[in-house]
């Protein structure tokens, strides 16, 4: 005789055995003691939480007729009566379950309709379970609306969805909405413990904590992979065997990659890549496990306690957390997690794997080469323009369109080479400060920013009492009254005297700091254009091949 799988042979009868769902079973037994039933529920949620199972329960629940026959409705069905039995075997005529997703039309939901209006055989009521509704048409749903409004007193419905979203308002607005939840990971642990312990088969905590992590929160996935555990192990259901039959990794390889990007070891960060590729393990699911064990080390660099003794990693969280610093913890776990759905277009998931370790390694704060340009922007990279004079002159020095061979000899004039200037010095003197330097200066961001960069200086009257500025703006609806005072605040904490700002409306010849980055990036793009249109191999394609740079597709770096 076939055994019958877990998911089957264990499936909940009553409320009572049902695991993980205590704010349904709370609605609906309150509601069955006290004989207040409304005539149409919709379960939602994600397969393998139990709609199913909880439309069976209440089928036995409206119908159980008690062990001698006499028994009423109740929370608490016998199971020994012939409506719970038939129920559990899945013969009771009165109790009616309906795929939507085969029988979506509305000749299908008519038909049903129709006998709906018949009393029951032999049951107090006839019970429809219509699973995965949402993939009813619509004039399936329209059909259904004036007999899920008022059905007969004999008939209940029970809707199931995986996806709610999809079904009309018309329905949700006629049905009692309860919403299944994912089963949490050790939850599903301790009903695996108790499964195995009942079936007399050994196993490992640990072992079980994989599996429970691979179902995704859907309790009968987590019976189905441990049936198919139990048939790959062949005896005890132990961690390596499960891992093995998942392709997940261990926990340490996951922590040898950390140690390796610790202490910047590009080799072996290769050669694990490389020991995961000959066991064949799941490189989609070690840069998921690897995310989730970033998160863990993330908190518990805020919230210490976070980490769980029963944890087998636990020593190792701690560990790490106080090696990595709190930004290489987020953008390690950033990296992971972006990095995934581009293992497919990776030409192997070893390949996209390995480069998202390097990627890593590379852009690791505080690391040499591409991680340290990458991350410390503020580093000069070319010699700074010169900042001496009163007002930015850059504009009045791009009228003369030099040719493409001066521009590459000058200097590379970038918004952040600006910076570099002594600005402190200058803008501290009672003299005219550089207000554009002055502006890059300020500790200032989002609408305060916007509106500093919006703005050029007209008049400067630096005093021993404060300092009065008066400045001008193209666009006045920036200089609302917070953003003002925020700029005021920030240049009273710089100059270390009370500051007073004058707005006045009015064009400024191009000579803001948002008009003069526009107009250093239009440089730089059109230096590119040229650079791109001189290129021998873009001359040869252009030439072989008839291609074309497209205009405003080069953007310079």
């Known amino acids: 005789m076939t055994a019958l799988a877990l998911a089957r042979s264990w499936r909940p009868k009553t409320f009572s055995e049902l695991v993980g769902q205590d704010h349904v079973v709370k609605a609906l037994t309150h509601a069955l003691d006290q004989g207040r039933l409304h005539h149409a529920w919709l379960f939602t949620g994600t397969r393998g939480v139990g709609k199913t199972t909880i439309a069976r329960i209440m089928a036995k629940a409206l119908n159980c007729t008690g062990s001698d026959g006499s028994g009423k409705m109740t929370s608490e069905p016998c199971g020994k009566c012939p409506a ?34 018949y009393a029951p055989s032999n049951a107090r009521y006839k019970v429809y379970m219509i699973d995965e509704v949402h993939m009813l048409t619509n004039h399936a749903f329209n059909a259904m609306l004036k007999t899920l409004e008022e059905p007969p007193e004999h008939v209940k419905f029970i809707l199931a969805t995986t996806d709610p ?29 108790k499964v195995l312990a009942a079936e007399k088969v050994e196993c490992e905590v640990n072992a079980l904590r994989v599996l429970a992590k691979a179902a995704q929160g859907s309790m009968r996935d987590a019976l189905s992979l441990t049936d198919q555990a139990i048939a790959y192990a062949a005896g005890k259901v132990s961690e390596e065997s499960v891992r093995g039959m998942l392709g997940t990794l261990d926990d340490a390889y996951l922590i040898r990659i950390l140690d390796c990007l610790i202490a910047k070891d590009g080799a072996s960060l290769l050669a694990v890549a490389n020991e995961m590729g000959e066991r064949s393990m799941s490189f989609s699911l070690a840069l998921q496990d690897l995310s989730s064990l970033l998160q863990k080390i993330a908190a518990a660099q805020v919230v210490p306690e976070s980490v769980l003794e029963d944890w087998p990693e636990a020593g190792e969280i701690r560990r790490l957390a106080g090696q990595l610093a709190k930004e290489e913890a987020q953008l390690f776990y950033q990296i992971t997690i972006t990095s995934r759905p581009d293992l497919s277009l990776a030409p192997d998931e070893q390949t996209g794997f390995a480069m998202t370790l390097l990627r890593m390694l590379a852009f690791r704060p505080g690391n040499g080469g591409g991680g340290n340009s990458s991350s410390a922007p503020s580093a000069p990279s070319a010699p ?65 920013q916007q509106l500093a960069f919006q703005t050029e200086l007209e008049d400067w009257n630096d005093s021993a009492s404060g300092v009065r500025a008066t400045i ?12 003002v005072g925020r700029l005021v605040d920030a240049l009273t904490a710089h100059f270390g005297k009370p500051v007073k700002i004058v707005i006045e409306k009015g064009e400024v010849e191009g000579k803001t700091v948002a008009k003069v980055d526009a107009q250093i990036h239009q440089e730089k793009r059109m230096n590119a254009e040229q650079m791109i249109a001189a290129d021998p191999f873009i001359q040869q394609l252009e030439k072989e091949f008839g291609a074309k740079v497209v ?5 310079p770096l």
């Open 384 to 448: 700074p323009v010169n900042t001496a004079r009163p007002a930015p002159s850059m504009p009045a020095a791009r009228t003369a369109a030099p040719t493409p061979a001066a521009k590459a000899a000058a200097p590379d004039p970038t918004p952040s080479s600006a910076t570099t200037a002594p600005v402190a010095a200058l803008a501290s003197s009672a003299e005219r400060p550089d207000w554009h330097a002055l502006m890059r200066q300020l500790p200032v961001k989002g609408m305060v």
């Open 84 to 117: 719970c039995m038939e129920i559990d075997a899945g013969r009771f005529v009165d109790y009616i379950e309906m795929d939507a997703a085969s029988n979506r039309g509305v000749d299908d939901i008519a038909s049903l309709l129709e006998k709906a209006a």
């Open 165 to 193: 979203q999809k079904i009309p308002v018309t329905i949700l607005s006629r049905c009692l909405q309860f919403n299944l939840k994912q089963m949490p990971v050790p939850l599903i642990v301790e009903h695996l413990e």
């Open 551 to 555: 205009g405003g597709s080069v953007k």
């Open 472 to 483: 001008v703006t193209p666009m006045p609806q920036l200089a609302s009254d917070a953003s």
